[in-house]
């Protein structure tokens, strides 16, 4: 524009050069304003944009994933985790009609006393009832009452109830392993949610995948050797003898011979893991899992171990002659008793009988040492390596620091301790030529090797001493199974209480079957019986008889022996045995 | 000239609808996929559950009991027995 043209069209004032040079010079500031702020929204200070421009279009999703199951050697399961609500609410923010309310307690079942009382807590959060199973979260949801909201958890549940809580365990907030081989198994089973970020369209679905922000990490299901039907067995068998003989306490456990694997282990007493009042403080007495936490004096059960190093170390033949009379037998000022006085034995009479002065004289011939690496050998004095949390080694003193009183008391099985589990795995080594077999609560795919301990000479000349235990004239004939020759050892123990044997008994009873080639090991513990019986032939052995009788039948195991095998002996003719 | 330009815009224009066609259908499709993931999902919570009652439904405890009181079943003495010998030769 010049100022001809200007001048042309209509005569314009002049406009004064000073001031259309304000005028450019301002708007060129403008525009260079805008242009930095521009320039500072987009490339330097761009976040907080950025951010609320994704938020209309892209969303972080949580990616759940669930803690993996456990179940039993047949697939049955154990543990299954299945999604509820927990339901919550924001005190302050909540605005019901009174009838709100009560719909809303029936709902969740809360009195409406206690749900007025969580409405009137103080803080921004609290919850009005976990582990909502959906359909009721959803009868919440409908009521639509501002401040109440519900989020996704998680619920464990447990089939097998107190028949398998001690072994499974329970978890506790946020489905974490508290307890047993939930405890244990904690970093296999848990699973950890994964985030990715997705692009949504107005109605709110996920359009496109963006990014993953973390892998979810879904738990992985654990297969225990565990045999839901001969976990409730033994558990049956147990709390039906711990009723009638009014015992304390007890357990029994199940070994699978070739593999070393834990078929069942049940305690008394126990707890249902379903219940959440059963998993408080009080209770933790009935959560424990005796079998491998607690230690007891074996007594006789530990016989075999003290005739098998003998053997080993020549001193004796199974036909070797012992003299046992007058049923007592002084050492240092210390007397061992026989519960039944015999004369002379054979070294099979000796484990058959039970004879306490017969063992200890049969030790007496042994440098201790020999017998220490016996006792060491069967896996006594070290801990069991099953796996579970908290599993005990139990005790076996170093043979220096024996006197011989020790070392014939431990000759019948006092002076040391052992669990049960260790006890059952010890008589691995009779059930087969030799070996030591390492147990497992987890399932196995095969045989398994184990560790040779024994001549398989002295094994095969013990387990027939332990098959003579069972027929009449030996400890336990309410041992024997119809159908099956049976092979073990009773133990009644004296129990140590404030370092002075009590008149207190922990009865036992440890065998196998079929004796011809032993499948199964099956070991028994009743602890204080006191219904008037308290010997390990009249109170623990019939247990074995009926838990492995069903045991062999539930496996199919063919039977070694005519139906009509059991031969009790004549009414009051049986042998006692005290250890 | 003239035609080879308006050949590539008619090629240009058909690039570009046809990708947004594409675009459109992957979405769909994601949709649907995520649809069918949630409902794998659901599923799998369900099979959960019905494990799970089925499971309470058949310990060995009810299944006893039933065999016992209502179809009043008990294990055969062993003389009533009679062993097969099934092994294979």
């Known amino acids: 524009m010049t100022t001809a043209s200007a001048a042309r069209r209509a005569p314009a004032p002049a406009l004064p050069p ?11 500031a403008l525009f260079a304003l805008l242009a930095a702020r521009s320039l500072y929204l987009q490339r330097i200070d761009n976040g907080f944009l950025q951010e609320q421009g994704s938020s209309r279009y892209s969303r972080n999703v949580e990616v759940p994933a669930h803690r993996g199951r456990i179940l039993d050697r047949l697939g049955t399961p154990l543990a299954i985790s299945t999604p509820v609500k927990a339901i919550w609410a924001w005190p302050e923010k909540v605005d019901a009609t009174p009838a ?17 009382a969580r409405l009137h807590a103080s803080g921004d959060f609290v919850y009005l009832k976990k582990g909502v199973p959906p359909e009721i979260a959803a009868r919440v949801a409908a009521l639509g009452i501002p401040g109440v909201h519900d989020d996704d958890e998680y619920r464990r549940y447990y089939p097998g109830g107190e028949v398998m809580s001690q072994v499974v365990g329970f978890t506790g907030d946020g489905d974490v392993g508290q307890e047993g081989i939930e405890l244990a198994q904690q970093v296999w089973l848990g699973g950890r949610p994964g985030s ?39 558990f049956r068998e147990l709390k039906s003898a711990i009723e009638t003989n009014k015992a304390k306490a ?26 959440p009042s059963n998993r408080n403080r009080g209770a933790r007495d009935r959560m424990r899992n005796r079998a491998l936490t607690d230690t007891f004096e074996p007594g006789s059960t530990l016989k075999p171990f003290t005739i098998a190093a003998a053997l080993e170390a020549g001193k004796v033949r199974p036909g070797t002659v012992v003299d046992t009379a ?62 579970f949390p908290g599993e005990v080694s139990g005790r076996l003193r170093p043979a220096k620091s024996w006197r011989p ?17 260790q006890l059952a795995r010890a008589y691995t080594l009779f059930a087969t030529d030799g070996e030591l077999k390492p147990v497992t609560l987890f399932k196995e795919a095969g045989p398994v090797a184990g560790r040779p301990v024994l001549k398989p000479e002295t094994a095969r000349a013990i387990r027939h001493m332990l098959e003579m235990v069972v027929l009449p004239g030996g400890t336990a004939p309410k041992a024997q199974i119809p159908g099956y020759r049976v092979a073990g050892k009773t133990g009644t123990a004296h129990k140590l209480e404030g370092g002075v044997y009590a008149n207190k008994y922990v009865s036992s009873f440890v065998g196998f079957a079929p004796a011809s080639n032993p499948r199964l090991i099956v070991a028994v513990m009743i602890d204080e019986p006191s219904a008037g019986q308290y010997y390990g032939g009249s109170v623990a052995a019939p247990v074995f008889s009926s838990v492995m009788g069903a045991a062999l039948r539930l496996l199919g195991v063919p039977p070694d022996a005519p139906v009509n095998n059991v031969v009790l002996p004549v009414e009051g003719s049986e042998v006692r045995e005290e250890t | 000239m003239v035609r080879l330009n308006l050949a590539l815009l008619a090629l240009v224009v058909i690039c570009a609808v046809s990708l947004v066609t594409s675009r459109h259908q992957a979405r769909k499709l994601f949709v649907e996929l995520e649809r069918e993931q949630n409902l794998a999902r659901g599923y799998d919570v369900e099979y959960g559950q019905l494990q799970l009652e089925q499971s309470t439904w058949g310990t060995p405890a009810r299944v006893e009991r039933i065999a016992r009181e209502q179809l009043r079943m008990q294990i055969p003495p062993a003389s009533r027995v009679q062993i097969v010998d099934g092994a294979p030769r």
């Open chain 1, 18 to 28: 000073l001031r259309a040079r304000f005028v450019f010079a301002t708007l060129l």
């Open chain 1, 405 to 421: 009183i020790e070392q014939a008391t431990m000759a019948y099985g006092h002076g040391i301790s052992v669990n049960l589990v």
């Open chain 1, 100 to 116: 709100q309310l009560r719909q809303l307690g029936n709902a969740i079942d809360l009195s409406p006393q206690a749900l007025a």
């Open chain 1, 250 to 275: 007890g357990g029994v456990v199940i070994l699978d011979v070739r593999t070393g694997e834990i078929l069942a282990l049940a305690n008394w007493p126990s707890y249902n893991s379903n219940n």
């Open chain 1, 326 to 387: 007058p049923g007592t037998l002084t050492i240092g000022g210390a007397t061992i008793h026989d519960a039944h006085r015999e004369g002379v034995l054979t070294v099979e009479q000796v484990v058959q009988k039970s004879s306490n002065v017969g063992a200890a004289k049969i030790a007496l011939s042994l440098p201790p040492e020999a017998m220490w690496t016996m006792f060491a050998g069967a896996g006594f004095g070290a801990p069991p390596r099953t796996g």
């Open chain 1, 196 to 234: 990715r970020r997705v692009i949504i369209n107005r109605r709110g679905e996920a359009v496109e995948d963006v990014e993953s922000i973390r892998a979810p990490q879904e738990g992985r299901d654990l297969v225990l050797a565990l045999d839901s039907r001969l976990q409730y067995l033994a």
